[in-house]
């Protein structure tokens, strides 16, 4: 049907309002140089990531943190109660096991290395074939094939001989040192063993050193490559000055341990040739290390080896030593 004449000016107001009506139901756009218009805010704010605190570093180890009444303790224990220890005797396992706990007391992870020992004589008397142990203590920082240290002291002795400097001195030194690393920061990782069965069950190498020789053996080709030194700790509690000695010269690591005393303040007495303790277990192997100790005494490898034969001052110069080294 057509419109009327009086129809078209409906049509034509409905034809104005219809693109105004189409406008009010889109977005406005803004006007220049209004801001942009935005969602409410929401009712849950944001709070910016806190980042924990680190705590500050540990402080690096000293000569000064040595507590020698912690050495001093061990060899009266060893010496004084256990006595004797072979290295397959019921003695000996009681002296680890107290050692691992003395490790385990001062903060250090520790495992126990089980090894064979053959029968043979040992100085004076026959003694038994069994099994001996090396007790191996960490601080869970050793990273394989990166660098780091091991100081060791053999635990065992000859049939009657009590050891308090052969070599409850070593292990004395070796739980002060423990002592004073914990919560101490050193250059580099170090690793602390107390070796069985090294003393000598027959004559040469062969039958000697079975701890160490047992620990070397188990270590990798990155293991190895990555020891930057080893330190035998060897009947240290007799004398006024320390030796140091090693297989043979030129001894980096000597010069490294005798610049520590000079550090440290201790008198030493440099040697080589020095092949009868368990640093030769590494050193023959390629491997450095050094012995500490192995001063002449009236009572080596007998019976009147007691407490009273070691000097305090000896065993505390010796543990400064080994700080500085491993500082």
Request: net charge positive; glycine share 8%; aromatic share 6%.
């Amino acid at each position: 049907m057509r419109a009327t004449r009086a129809s078209r000016p409906r049509l034509l107001v409905l034809a104005l309002a219809l693109p105004a009506l189409l406008v009010g139901c889109t977005a406005e756009p803004s006007a220049p140089g209004s801001p942009t218009a935005t969602a409410p805010p929401s009712s849950v704010t944001s709070t910016p990531a806190v980042v924990p605190e680190q705590p500050p570093p540990a402080p690096r180890v000293s000569p000064e943190d040595v507590r020698v009444r912690t050495a001093t303790a061990a060899v009266r224990h060893l010496a004084g109660e256990i006595g004797p220890r072979p290295g397959t005797s019921p003695a000996y396992f009681r002296a680890a096991a107290w050692v691992e706990r003395r490790f385990t007391d001062l903060g250090w992870e520790v495992e126990r290395q089980r090894f064979p020992t053959p029968a043979g004589f040992s100085w004076v008397a026959p003694v038994p074939a069994g099994p001996s142990v090396n007790v191996i203590a960490t601080r869970g920082d050793v990273r394989p094939g990166r660098p780091w240290l091991a100081v060791g002291a053999h635990l065992d002795t000859v049939p009657r001989a009590p050891g308090a400097e052969d070599n409850a001195s070593g292990v004395g030194v070796l739980l002060a040192v423990a002592e004073a690393l914990a919560g101490r920061r050193t250059r580099l990782p170090v690793v602390l063993v107390a070796f069985g069965s090294e003393e000598p069950r027959g004559t040469g190498d062969a039958h000697h050193h079975y701890g160490s020789r047992a620990y070397v053996a188990s270590l990798t080709a990155a293991e190895r490559r990555s020891l930057r030194g080893m330190v035998s700790l060897d009947r240290v509690g007799v004398g006024a000055a320390v030796p140091v000695g090693s297989p043979d010269l030129p001894s980096p690591l000597r010069d490294e341990v005798l610049a520590a005393a000079r550090r440290a303040g201790v008198p030493v007495l440099p040697e080589t040739g020095q092949v009868s303790s368990d640093h030769w277990s590494f050193a023959r192997e390629g491997m450095p290390g050094v012995r500490l100790g192995s001063t002449p005494y009236a009572a080596y490898h007998d019976a009147s080896d007691l407490p009273a034969v070691v000097d305090p001052a000896q065993l505390e110069r010796t543990a400064r030593v080994v700080l500085a080294w491993v500082r």
